[in-house]
DNA sequence: TAAAAAATGTTCGTTTCTGATCGTTTCGCG
DNA sequence: CGCGAAACGATCAGAAACGAACATTTTTTA
């Protein structure tokens, strides 16, 4: 018997061998492994199921499960992993739960020197003993942080990560609008959140949006969001928000509120000029961190 | 055929002459093998929900569980540690300390395992794709955790604990009903609370209580609780209260509900005599986990 | 019915994980 | 404060799992 390594050296002889002399096979041969040709078995729902059940699935319990080989097994975790609908590990796969989370500590993780000033900047201008709503978004969750050595706040808020922050400091009164909870952010929306913020009248409203036009339109992706952004501007008498420069680039298709409704935008770099101007007649006041 | 051994053997040598010839090469991989690659463990998931579910996780708990060498246990922990998603402790792990609060940490340890059986017996008899209310309480966020597997399932809490818990699992949508943060216990109250669970009809509420009288009554230090709970019992089906055999002992000021309004108590120890009796007359289903 | 395609089984080299060992650090107790 | 025990981290060999290529079986389709 020679050796492998002859082995493979004759294997690859071979396949470069069938390539001269059939090219059509070669190429026959690409095409079908580009094609990701997804199969259908009858295993892959059945997977599914009994992952949901168990939170895990283990290549040996498949095997024995289905009667089948583990290399068989194996193509089947693997196209469901490809799928996203679980998460390949060694010996099995789990429910890709976790991967939400990651994604939302990665998304706090950005521009977050920039999010640390303004919110520095935001909570040194909301006195004490007054009414505070904080919305959705990371750069309000550093606020919420920044505001934790005042005294005799009301705090509102339909961010339940703010919610968390805020319950570790005594002289805080936290209210939560309640509300659908998004997994995505920990923020609540719908009716629920609504209604609730109609009860109150706010000194101040901290907000942030996705998207900043250059017109001074603040924009957001969702539309959920956008209603009960509407509510908290509607009662409250002083509406800071608070945008790192990032957002001054950015897209987004739904309006939540033009420049008169804001009274003082806090950011950490020069905003586009058109928007200055835009400020300038509707008298929001613009705060740089970097002053 | 040569044995296996051999051919490694051989790639061994390959590779120390390759280092020996081009020790460039060598670097490289000394380098290669310093980068920390994650191992894509089976248990990593389970001990994290573990540590949900109970605040912490030891190492020798889990060697048990596992039925692998606490050496490995330890590298999971370590690299659990590593991307933060938990905190490493000598002997074990906890939660890290932004998640929860910390004093609560502590209460949620108490008659832990007693716990764990009640919310899983709790969470085996509450179907797929139902609409569920869970109350405040130690014992009601254990059955989250134990409903993560659950299908199609509309839960509604006025915990924040809970809703945190419940937003890893993508199957389930989670409802806030907002109100008044209470420090203590992460329990939402108050009128905003109220008013979200009158929107509702729920077919499985689950709730708790500080102490359970002879007579059957439940009862509970917090006022602002009562009123809650009597509004979850109005809009629910079907009440099911769980309930360690610690609360048979203790005394509590605030009266909830009589035996009338529950369906089933989930305990773990045999009832009072008394209380047993009145079951009976009101039709209450008990059921022990240690059946 | 035969060819083609898909699914499954088989083999083999490679990667990754696990358990064992050893020296070091930390904890608990006197 | 010091000591012993337990826990810890680094390292390495062996084992298990893995993926790629190929062979075989089953299904589809022309």
Avoid at 94 to 112: A, C, D, F, K, W
Avoid at 140 to 145: G, H, I, L, Q
Avoid at 209 to 226: P, Y
Wanted: hydrophobic share 40%.
């Amino acid at each position: 018997m020679p050796p492998v390594s002859a082995l493979q050296r004759k294997l690859v002889e071979n396949r470069s061998l069938a390539a001269v002399t059939f090219p059509q096979i070669a190429i026959k041969r690409s095409k079908r492994k580009k094609e990701r040709c997804l199969r259908l078995t009858i295993r892959k729902p059945e997977i599914i199921a009994i992952a949901r059940r168990d939170g895990k699935v283990t290549v040996e319990g498949l095997v024995e499960y289905f009667n089948v080989t583990p290399q068989t097994i194996r193509r089947d975790l693997t196209e469901l992993a490809d799928s996203g609908e679980l998460e390949r590990v060694h010996g099995g796969a789990v429910l890709p739960s976790t991967t939400v989370n990651i994604g939302y500590n990665e998304r706090r993780m950005l521009h977050q020197a920039a999010k640390v000033d303004i919110a520095r900047a935001c909570a040194k201008r909301i006195p004490n003993d007054c009414a505070v709503f904080l919305n959705i978004g990371t750069t309000t969750e550093a606020v919420a942080t920044e505001l934790l050595h005042h005294e005799g706040l009301l705090v509102v808020t339909n961010n339940v990560n703010i919610a968390i922050i805020l319950s570790a400091c005594k002289q805080i009164d936290v209210v939560v609008t309640g509300g659908q909870l998004r997994r995505s952010d920990g923020g609540m929306t719908g009716a629920i959140a609504q209604n609730s913020i109609r009860q109150f009248r706010f000194d101040h409203a901290v907000i942030g949006c996705s998207a900043l036009r250059q017109n001074g339109d603040l924009m957001d992706f969702d539309m959920q969001e956008v209603s009960v952004s509407k509510a908290i501007i509607e009662h409250s008498e002083h509406v800071t928000l608070v945008a790192d420069s990032s957002k001054f680039e950015r897209k987004a298709p739904a309006f939540v509120a033009s420049m008169h409704d804001i009274s003082t935008i806090v950011t950490d770099k020069k905003v586009p000029a058109d928007c200055e101007t835009f400020c300038n007649v509707t008298g929001t006041e613009i705060v740089y961190t970097t002053d």
